[in-house]
């Protein structure tokens, strides 16, 4: 992998000295793709909470929930909308290793995630598709006709926005994005998020010092905010709760300290 400290990248949209959430996040994973000035942000906000471990569960529940759906739901083709920096176990990885034939689209507008998309966003298998698309999430209509190309919108697609929602221009602005694409696609898809509540005061004081560094805002919200992107659909057991506590392995019972300020959950659309 490419670090991002010494590399010179030409595309005039990375901006070094401003934080970027992918790359403070690949910082607090422990990652090198990511600038001083990402790991100042990072390192200022590990003062007030801890972050890493935050980072670190909320890929463990991403690697949960793609081999449920891979796996127990039968799910074929994933739209990760929102993916950041590619780590160890990406989607489209684990979704063929259970499912060869699995088509994965990744969605992100972060030059650096899309640089590295290129090099490292590719097949594991020759009977499944990997791609990914250079695209806003303010923007779903082009998204799905992007998706359009390598999905078959007439069989269910798995939509996951892991970790971003609390960035968009509102929360009436995320709503109707996840609005948007889950209309678009069939019966028998699912919806999977990972999204920070507002319950606790000390983390919602972190995510005012994120805004301070620069950084695009993230906006924690009320857990009746969160679960209402699954209205009208069927919440998959046990339903929204920390993601700690969604579907852990028997081996992390007792072993991983539960994060009340990370919700998840997956819902299937009837």
Known sequence: MVDARDEQEPDHRIRPDIPGAARIWNYWMGGKDNYQADRDAGDASLQLFDMAT???????YLKRVVRFLAGEAGIRQFLD?????????????????????????YVD?????????????????PEGVTTYIDADY???????AEARNVLDFDEPIAVLFMGVLGHAKSFEAA????????????????LAVNDS???????????????ATGAVPYVPQPIEHIRS????????????????????EPTDIGAVVTLEETSGAVARKP
């Not at 920096?85 to 989607?91: C, S």
């Not at 709503?175 to 699912?190: K, L």
């Open 54 to 60: 935050v980072a670190k569960q909320s890929r463990e």
């Open 81 to 105: 909308i929102g993916t950041g920096l590619p780590t160890m176990q990406n989607t489209h990885e684990i979704a063929q290793s259970i499912a060869p034939e699995s088509r994965t689209v």
């Open 109 to 125: 507008n972060d030059p650096i995630v899309l640089a590295h998309a290129r090099a490292l966003l590719v097949n594991t298998r």
């Open 138 to 144: 303010h923007d779903p209509d082009l998204i799905l």
């Open 175 to 190: 709503r109707s994005i996840v609005v948007r694409v889950m209309d678009a696609v069939p019966s028998g898809s699912y």
């Open 197 to 211: 509540n507002d319950l606790n005061p000390d983390f919602v004081a972190l995510c005012d010092n994120y805004k």
């Open 229 to 248: 992107y699954f209205r009208g659909m069927e919440m998959v057991d046990p339903g929204l709760v920390s993601i700690t506590r969604w579907r852990p």
